[in-house]
């Protein structure tokens, strides 16, 4: 079974910018699509991003279209999400999840995720 592990996420200020990075097990990370997912506090989780196995294939929320970036690097098995122009309401737990799929739904279980906080 594949793991997942995020980090990079932090404090930030508005209109500041982080990198997400997402750590996949096995060897096979190459063979399937990545998403990226959120929560905010009191809120259902929901689709931020997804790419497809090569990379080239990319699709996100609208709420993050123009200042997130999703991107993947086979070959250390790591997908990553660049953060800008970030927003008090991006603040959430962020998490990746193998498939591509942009159903928060569609997922049985989840891990930690990494909390990223965007102060006004």
């Known amino acids: 079974q594949v793991q997942l592990v995020e980090s990079g996420g932090g404090l930030v200020q508005a209109g500041g910018s982080l990198r997400l990075s997402c750590a996949a097990s096995?060897?096979?990370?190459?063979?399937?699509?990545m998403s990226w997912f959120r929560q905010a506090p009191e809120k259902e989780r929901e689709f931020v991003a997804a790419?497809?196995?090569?990379?080239?294939?990319?699709t996100y929320a609208d709420s993050v279209k123009g200042r997130f970036t999703i991107s993947r690097d086979n070959a250390k098995n790591t997908v990553y999400l660049q953060m800008n122009s970030l927003k008090p309401e991006d603040t959430a737990v962020y998490y990746c999840?193998?498939?591509?799929?942009?159903?928060?739904?569609?997922?049985?279980?989840w891990g930690q995720g990494t909390q990223v906080t965007v102060s006004s």
């Open positions: 999840q193998k498939g591509g799929k942009t159903i928060p739904t569609m997922y049985d279980s």
């Open positions: 096995g060897r096979t990370f190459s063979t399937y699509a």
């Open positions: 790419i497809s196995q090569s990379g080239i294939g990319t």
